[in-house]
């Protein structure tokens, strides 16, 4: 069953602060939360409304019955943050101070983070943002304002072009990233933008460019305002808010509603209607700007926001434009279904997360050695990336990945661990028993979080109390003896009473291995012989000491020397005793059964870990092994054996 | 739990429990001492998932409160009051005043004072109903202190002396800090804390509101998720919560060299004091240093001017570092060497009562 994540937006608004409550995709309840001026005027800044709108919107959902407890993640508007590519941000302290001193100017959104992160702390769980207004996909051409001193910057709103977007590729079961798109959001503030494969590579700044909206002025001309600056009745204050709130038709008409300003231009008053036409002049003069930015190659036009509910506006733009492309109204916003859907993409795991200030989160994969079983795990590991979204060793990469190969030496193993955390990487992810215990060991009292992927079991990593590691993690291979057996020897061989045990001194999972067997054997009363193996050229010594011993079977273990062994070193073995293998390579290279965990589905669990925690999501069991079981069979191997298979519960041959 | 075998335990020879349903009053009083004078009792308001919890609490709380005021000298008795509710959804005018009534009927043995969990409306709806109560206005007025800024400036000086004990200096200069906890007591520690050159402050708190006010005040200070503070790696590690007394897993990850605390004490199992003294931390407990908030309440009791309550904050520096010296003269804790001087101190008072 499709998982339901419990999704809480936060929208907050100059007046009023929007929440809606989500269960995945539906709302199961939404709330204006509206602030009268006397409320908000005692506060001297927007940041100071924090802790007002932050209980308004918990009493709010604690009287409507809701319990914060349930809740997966809080999603919040973005703010005037500093520029940030467009996608779904986990919000942390670097971008709360930017919040704060309002990077690039006051606005109620830059409350959304803030209260998405406070929630969500109280209940650990993650905060999000999606596509604030600072979003910044320009391209260089772009950034040139025709002054040197006045570099352009993008502030627009990202939220509902994005999501509008987004929809309309849907629509039209098109990709998103493959159209090439003019938004128009038309509200209070309007802003046009030219989204070129799913960026906005040119757009309008929402409060200083522009067509003049319902209450700014956009672009003006330059001198008049300069000499306005300088006439001594003005301070810069009031100027700007001449500009910025007192601009548009409010400084026409003393309002800033367009549905005032239409019922008076339906009423015949002409001077409404020069002004009410000429905004709509404006910006369809926009769009054509934002056509050359695309070449010309626009698939399509969308006009969305408030004001698009007005077909008398959205007809006169029309009429100017759609010789450009085809144009579909979008009216009004879908900002709360937008903001929970950039969450919903990064819970199930569709879209990661990026991390503000952070331009590409750095992961290491540390391994023991060139071992096929590791080369195999890096390789699902970096497929399982892949499908969460993550790019790299591309150019447009939004992962960058260390490899460090031990080459089966401690010494090397510690200078890659300094290397890494050199990178400063925001989590390592090691390979194998081996290297995880050095790894353990040696970044102990480190914040790093350490993945071990493929560990043999957590007694590998001797001295460490995982109580105690909140930021060690693995997936764990290692099946209980007792199953193995019973599994596959005892059903197919109940008669066995001697068996031979490879596994090698020095390497702690194999001993914790050969200990585990031993003491089952002992239990069931069948005689352990065990034999060292430190290089490939023991194993013939074993063959001949297995012969001697006149072991019934033969375990090969999952020590260095069998996972590394080729079919011909194992000949002597394999060929002679029927070989229960720890790993299911073994089986693959002439072993005759193993009953084992998926190698890929190990390597997997261990990169759902790294994208959990690159996500900021909670991770609640830090220690998971696959919960499927396999059992494999060499079908060659087999036919040396007089064992009857069908006697084993779904056995996958091999050959 | 054998109510009266913990009673003995902790030498409390009181224990009140009172409920006023129509107000969802519910109080526990323990009266632990009084040879020095009326119980002074420090009033908490917790959410306890049982009452047994809250009594143990209590008692602890009077118990540790009597060697705090007899280390400090002052004439208050140790007592406590713990009030059962979520603090943000139990009080109200009726409530307090209910309780005021309540307080009434110890007819003077015990005084009611505002603290972290009383503010100052708070105790303006007790006073309407007793005169048992300390924190007025003009206390703050008068010495420029609140009880949460007197306490912090207390705990500074302890810390001091215990900075001159680990590290041979004589400020907090350059040293780092965790404060868990930045509820009033933990956020006038910040304040204290950064008033000295280059020092780095860590904070948590399981409320984001209260770290936010830090941060929007002090936007350098260091904030890490509640379960990450313990691993810190810093100087002085300082507690300022009421609700957990410290795990055995807790003290295993800390990496400090220097321990305490705004509650009275932070330890209460052997097996975390054993961790404690194995990893060579020097454990301070809180009621050796944490008494600020008595010296200002007994400047308003007694009267007394504020170079008296600036001179008697100090005095915490000269009894901490005593009371190292003790322990290690004497191959103890701390927390024994305090425990001893206390009791010595009480005695020597009680026998000189008997004299009347």
């Not at chain 1, 056509?291 to 408030?306: H, R, Y």
């Not at chain 1, 009953?595 to 959990?612: R, T």
């Not at chain 2, 020095?36 to 008692?59: C, Q, R, Y």
């Not at chain 2, 307080?103 to 972290?116: H, V, Y």
Request: charge should be neutral; hydrophobic fraction near 40%.
């Amino acid at each position: 069953m499709k998982k339901k994540f419990n999704i809480l937006a936060i929208n907050p608004g100059s007046t009023s602060t929007k929440i809606a409550w989500f269960e995945n995709e539906k709302k199961i309840f939404e709330k204006n939360i509206h602030h009268s001026a006397k409320s908000l005027e005692k506060f001297n800044t927007i940041w100071e409304q924090y802790s007002f709108r932050k209980n308004e919107v918990v009493r709010t959902l604690e009287e409507a019955g809701f319990d914060l407890s349930k809740l997966d993640a809080v999603v919040g508007r973005g703010g005037l943050i500093r520029p940030i590519p467009s996608g779904v941000y986990v919000v942390d302290e670097q971008m709360i101070h930017d919040a704060r001193i309002a990077y690039q100017g006051q606005h109620a959104s830059n409350l959304g983070c803030v209260i998405a992160y406070s929630i969500a702390w109280e209940y650990n769980i993650p905060a999000y943002i999606v596509d604030p207004p600072a979003v910044d996909d320009f391209e260089p051409l772009a950034r040139i304002s025709g002054h040197a001193k006045i570099p352009r910057t993008s502030l627009f709103h990202a939220l509902n072009i994005f999501a509008t977007a987004r929809k309309f590729a849907s629509d039209h079961k098109k990709r998103f990233e493959d159209l090439n798109l003019i938004v128009a959001h038309l509200g209070g503030g309007i802003t046009v933008a030219a989204l070129k494969n799913g960026k906005a590579i040119n757009v309008n700044n929402g409060i200083e460019e522009g067509p003049f909206t319902p209450e700014r002025s956009g672009n003006l001309p330059i001198l008049k305002i300069i000499d306005l600056a300088f006439s001594g009745q003005y301070t810069k204050d009031q100027l700007k808010k001449m500009f910025v709130g007192k601009g548009g038709l409010v400084s026409y008409f003393g309002t800033n509603s367009a549905l005032e300003v239409e019922n008076m231009v339906k009423a015949g008053a002409e001077r409404y209607k020069l002004v009410y036409e000429a905004m709509a002049y404006q910006i369809a003069e926009e769009i054509g700007a934002r056509s050359t930015n695309l070449k010309g190659k626009v698939d399509a036009i969308i006009i969305t926001g408030g004001l698009a509910h007005s077909q008398m506006f959205t007809d006169w733009i029309k009429e100017r434009v759609e010789h450009i492309a085809p144009v579909y109204i979008y009216p009004g916003a879908q900002e709360m279904e937008a903001l929970a859907a950039g969450a919903l993409r990064v819970l199930r795991g569709q879209e990661p997360a990026k991390r503000y200030g952070v331009k590409t989160p750095k992961i290491g994969i540390l391994y023991w050695d060139n071992i096929e079983a590791y080369v195999k795990a890096i390789n699902y590991i970096e497929d399982y990336f892949r499908t969460h979204g993550y790019i790299f060793r591309k150019e447009n990469s939004n992962l960058e990945i260390f490899y460090a190969n031990c080459e089966a030496d401690e010494t090397k193993a510690r200078q890659n661990l300094e290397n890494l955390i050199s990178k400063n990487v925001d989590l390592i992810i090691v390979i194998g028993s081996t290297a995880s215990s050095l790894a353990a060991q040696y970044l102990k009292n480190s914040d790093i979080p350490l993945i071990f992927a493929g560990l043999y079991s957590k007694d590998v990593l001797s001295g460490i109390d995982w109580s105690k590691e909140p930021k060690f993690y693995a997936s764990v291979y290692g099946l209980p003896v007792d199953l193995q057996f019973e599994k596959t020897i005892l059903k197919l061989d109940p008669q066995i009473k001697r068996i031979g045990v490879t596994y090698k001194i020095g390497e702690l999972q194999s001993n914790i291995e050969h200990d585990r067997i031993r003491e089952y054997c002992s239990q069931k009363g069948i005689k352990c012989l065990s034999f060292d193996v430190q290089t490939h050229d023991d194993l013939q010594e074993a063959a001949k000491f297995f012969e001697a011993e006149d072991v019934d079977w033969v375990y090969l273990g999952s020590d260095t020397i069998i996972a590394t062994a080729t079919t011909k070193q194992l000949e002597t073995i394999t060929k002679h005793f029927p070989t229960l293998c720890a790993l299911q390579d073994t089986v693959h290279h002439g072993g005759l059964v193993a009953y084992h965990v998926s190698w890929q589905e190990v390597a997997e669990l261990a990169a759902n870990f790294a994208v959990k925690i690159l996500n900021g999501l909670e991770i609640k069991t830090h220690i998971l092994s696959p919960q499927n079981h396999y059992i494999t069979a060499n079908q060659n191997t087999a036919k040396l054996f007089n064992f009857d298979f069908s006697k084993l519960e779904n056995v996958n041959f091999v050959s | 739990m054998d109510i009266f075998q913990l009673m003995r335990q902790t030498n409390n020879y009181e224990l009140t429990f009172y409920e006023e349903p129509s107000v969802s009053l519910r109080a526990i009083i323990a009266i632990n001492n009084t040879v020095l004078g009326p119980v002074l009792a420090s009033t908490k308001i917790f959410n306890f998932n049982n009452f047994e919890k809250a009594a143990n609490a209590a008692l602890s709380m009077a118990y540790y409160n009597t060697f705090r005021s007899a280390l400090l000298k002052t004439q208050f008795g140790g007592g406590s009051i713990i009030l059962c509710g979520d603090p943000k959804k139990v009080k109200n005018e009726f409530y307090l005043r209910a309780l005021g009534i309540y307080i009434n009927k110890f007819a003077g043995k015990i005084f009611i004072a505002r603290g972290s969990d009383l503010t100052e409306e708070d105790i303006h709806y007790i006073w309407r109903e007793t005169d048992y109560v300390l924190g007025a206005d003009e206390l703050y007025l008068k010495h420029a202190l609140s009880p949460a800024q007197a306490t912090a400036k207390g705990m500074i000086y302890g810390l001091k002396a215990a900075v001159k004990d680990q590290f041979s200096k004589d400020d907090l200069s350059g040293l780092t800090f965790v404060v868990q906890g930045v509820d009033n007591i933990g956020y006038h520690i910040i304040e204290e804390l950064l008033k000295f050159d280059n020092v780095n402050v860590i904070i948590t708190d399981r409320i984001y509101d209260k770290i936010k006010e830090i941060q929007d005040r002090v936007p350098d200070v260091k904030v890490v998720r509640p379960g990450e503070i313990f691993k810190q790696k810093c100087d002085i590690f300082i507690s300022s919560t009421f609700d957990n007394n410290l795990t055995p897993e807790q003290a295993e990850q800390l990496n400090t060299k220097i321990l305490t605390s705004s509650v009275n004490n932070l330890i209460d199992d052997p097996q975390t004091q054993k961790i404690i003294a194995e990893k060579n931390i020097l454990h301070v407990p809180g009621y050796v240093i944490n008494g600020g908030e008595i010296i200002l309440f007994e400047s308003e009791f007694y009267g007394s001017e504020p170079d008296s309550v600036e001179q008697k904050l100090f005095e915490i520096y000269n009894i901490t570092l005593s009371l190292l010296k003790t322990a290690k003269e004497q191959n103890i804790s701390v927390n024994q060497a305090a425990i001893n001087t206390a009791k010595q101190y009480l005695e020597n008072i009680s026998a000189i009562k008997k004299l009347r």
